[in-house]
């Protein structure tokens, strides 16, 4: 499961190899250049994302090789040289990489990975890398939409099954995680990542007993920490908590103390409200109420408005999937070349501005308020420039620059980190309990109005005025070729 275990190299587009070769025998193929991966739309009309599944792109740039049946492989289409395939023979990655931390709340427009090496390097890794960054970030991003809906409440990740493929499920509930999910359904991922495996029953356990009293009484005499009961088998009121209370009552004469039961169907706010008084009139109130059954943020938050009366979440199939918005739109751009060791900025212009991007080499810097601690905006820089906290600073919105607002008592910090130099991978990457620790500190940086899930309120990236001087000058340039 893990990449060491197996050689992704040739998880790219085929056109990677193409421009590869090509570069090759144009000569261009140790030219130094500057990719930026960015995204452009936040799911869900979101007000931010969240940045993971680095650490499964550290672990793919570091095992980059090209096997012998890769090599016979790419011969066999018979369009490569034999000069580029001895190239590939002795392959070994030597660029440099920054990249915003996993867990790090991130917008529109500004790299999150940072890509500078030779042509032919810098650009074969953008399929593996926009996979990892992709997929995970928009996991953690809806993940933190329902834990945050569920108001403090404990939200499981239980959507394997319904995952896109293994990996979806594995790497889905890691970045579940770290969106701030109490852990998964997913042993493996416990396994080889750290992320809590959590579970109890299936309602096939009921239906194997001749009655689903004696279910309850053998799963309670099995697992007597933590008994937590499905009870909607048959019928959730007249049976599954009649019999739940039953077991409770046996298991406290013997000293235990039972957890939970589980509502995996009908009506979830009634069935809620009836069980927690049934459980209560019977001496259990600390009985907690778990519900599943196709959640998402918006059923989360509806439940909790008519007075549910849950104490956790189960969500599956629409987290793992991200079913609302299942792709998170990230591209790898190109923003850079040296020529006789000069950065020469480079631009992709389009009659959608959308996709016009921004050029040269760039950092990230996220701007706090001093007083109250709080991020006020993002500003993209030319690598090296430096912003001066001393002095007011103006940010506006790129997008309408009317829209301007003087900064004064602020902190100004780089996002960005190397993660790579010259090939060598110099960062170590923290567990996915730490990611997740750090991800719920960064989110307290954010504003309320940033977090709801209706017409949230703009977060600013500005680009800084010798940036914005560069852009503006290469579109110039482009409008009149």
């Not at 990249?99 to 790299?111: R, S």
């Not at 979806?168 to 998964?184: F, K, L, P």
């Not at 009121?237 to 957890?259: C, D, H, Q, W, Y």
């Not at 991200?322 to 009659?351: H, M, T």
Request: glycine fraction near 8%; charge should be negative; aromatic fraction near 12%.
């Amino acid at each position: 499961m893990e990449n060491s275990e197996r050689n992704l190299t040739m998880l790219t587009d085929f056109y990677e190899l193409t421009m590869a070769n090509g570069y090759f025998e144009n000569g261009m193929g140790d030219t130094i250049s500057y990719f930026d991966l960015f995204f452009r739309c936040i799911p869900d009309n979101g007000g931010f994302a969240i940045m993971a599944g680095l650490e499964q792109a550290i672990d793919y740039l570091n095992g980059l090789h090209f096997s012998e049946s890769d090599i016979e492989y790419l011969r066999g289409k018979g369009i490569f040289s034999e000069k580029f395939l001895d190239y590939l023979c002795n392959f070994k990655f030597s660029c440099d990489v920054w990249a915003i931390p996993e867990g790090t709340p991130i917008f529109p427009y500004e790299p999150v990975v940072t890509v500078r090496g030779p042509a032919i390097q810098a650009q074969f890794v953008e399929t593996m890398l926009l996979i990892c960054i992709n997929h995970q970030s928009l996991i953690a991003t809806k993940a933190n939409r329902i834990v945050r809906a569920a108001e403090g409440r404990p939200v499981m990740e239980f959507g394997s099954r319904r995952a896109q493929g293994f990996d979806g499920a594995v790497y889905g509930a890691r970045a579940a995680y770290i969106g701030g999910c109490c852990g998964t359904a997913c042993t493996i991922s416990d396994k080889i990542m750290g992320t809590p495996a959590l579970g109890t029953m299936a309602h096939s356990w009921i239906q194997m007993f001749d009655s689903e009293l004696e279910a309850f009484r053998a799963y309670a005499r099995c697992y007597p920490k933590g008994t937590t009961l499905l009870v909607d088998t048959y019928n959730v009121l007249k049976s599954g908590v009649p019999n739940a209370i039953t077991v409770f009552k046996e298991m406290r004469a013997r000293g235990e103390e039972p957890a939970g039961i589980r509502i995996d169907s009908g009506d979830i706010t009634y069935l809620s409200k009836r069980a927690r008084q049934m459980l209560d009139d019977e001496g259990f109130p600390n009985v907690k109420i778990v519900a599943s059954n196709s959640l998402d943020e918006y059923i989360i938050r509806d439940l909790l408005l008519q007075g549910a009366k849950l104490d956790s979440f189960g969500v599956g199939e629409r987290l793992i999937t991200s079913k609302s918005e299942p792709v998170f739109g990230g591209v790898y751009k190109l923003a850079a070349i040296e020529r006789d060791g000069e950065i020469i900025p480079k631009i992709k212009v389009s009659e959608n501005v959308a996709k016009i991007t921004n050029p040269d080499f760039k950092e990230v810097w996220r701007l706090y308020d001093c007083s109250s601690g709080k991020a006020i905006a993002d500003v993209l820089t030319c690598a090296g420039e430096e912003i001066d906290e001393s002095k007011p600073y103006e940010i506006f919105d790129p997008e309408h620059t009317y829209k301007r607002k003087m900064v004064t008592n602020f902190h100004a910090e780089k996002l960005m980190t190397r993660i790579f130099d010259n090939g060598e991978c110099v960062y170590k990457s923290p567990t996915a309990s730490e990611i997740r620790n750090f991800c719920a500190e960064q989110l307290e940086t954010l504003w309320d109005e940033l977090k709801r899930f209706e017409y949230p309120h703009k977060y600013y990236v500005d680009l800084s005025p010798k940036l914005w001087k560069k852009k503006n000058e290469l579109l110039e340039k482009a409008m009149k070729l």
